[in-house]
C-alpha cells in the first residue's frame, strides 16, 4: 500500500470526475502513475468506490457536496487519505459572499485537509463587460481574480476575501480546539 504521510506537496489528478463505469480504466491508470510518480499525491473528484480497489491508488479525495457524507470522510481519514470539499457552487458569481466564507468553516466542521478550486480566473471574453444569466456558464465558479482593465495586474473579488477569511476563520477554530 501506499504511505499518504511520505508524499510530497504536488497533487496530480488523471481524470476529472469519473463515471462509476470507468473505475477499471481509473485504477489502472492511477496504479500506472502512483508506481512511476511515488512521491506525488493522486487526487481523485468522486466518493470512494467500495470494492473498485482505488483505496489503494488515491491519495486525495476531492468529494463533491451533493455526495459528501461524514461517516464516509471518517473512514477515508482512518486508512490515512486526505479529504478536500469540492463545492465550486459555494464561490460562484450567483451566490452570497457569506457562502464562500463558509467554506472554511464547513472544512473545519467535518475535519477536512483542503478544498479544491477548479479554476480562478476563467473568463470567455472580457470580464468586466460579460455578463450571462445562464447556469452552464461554470465560469461563474471560477472568478476569484480579474486583470485590471488598463494594466492587466491582478485584482483581488470580494469572493476571495471571504475564502480567505473562511480560511482563516477555519485555522482559528482548529487552534481553539487544541
Known amino acids: 500500500l501506499r504511505d499518504p504521510q511520505k508524499k510530497g506537496r504536488f497533487a496530480y489528478e488523471i481524470w476529472d470526475e469519473p463515471g462509476i463505469e470507468y473505475m477499471p480504466q481509473v485504477n489502472a491508470l492511477y496504479k500506472a502513475f502512483g508506481d512511476r510518480f511515488p512521491d506525488i499525491s493522486l487526487e481523485l473528484t468522486r466518493e470512494s468506490y467500495a470494492g473498485g480497489g482505488l483505496e489503494d491508488v488515491a491519495d486525495i479525495w476531492a468529494v463533491g457536496l451533493t455526495k459528501f457524507k461524514s461517516k464516509y470522510t471518517q473512514d477515508i481519514q482512518k486508512r490515512g487519505d486526505k479529504v478536500w470539499l469540492y463545492a465550486n457552487q459555494w464561490h460562484g458569481l450567483d451566490r452570497q459572499v457569506t457562502d464562500t466564507r463558509a467554506i472554511g468553516w464547513a472544512l473545519w466542521k467535518y ?18 463587460t ?49
Open 111 to 128: 475535519n477536512l485537509n483542503g478544498y479544491l478550486l477548479w479554476g480562478i480566473n476563467r473568463w470567455p471574453g472580457d470580464p468586466w
Open 130 to 178: 460579460t455578463v450571462s444569466a445562464k447556469k452552464t456558464d461554470h465560469y461563474k465558479r471560477a472568478t476569484f481574480v480579474y486583470p485590471h482593465p488598463t494594466t492587466g495586474e491582478i485584482v483581488p473579488s470580494l469572493r476571495l476575501e471571504f475564502f480567505r477569511e473562511g480560511l482563516e476563520d477555519m485555522l482559528l477554530l482548529r487552534a481553539v480546539e487544541k
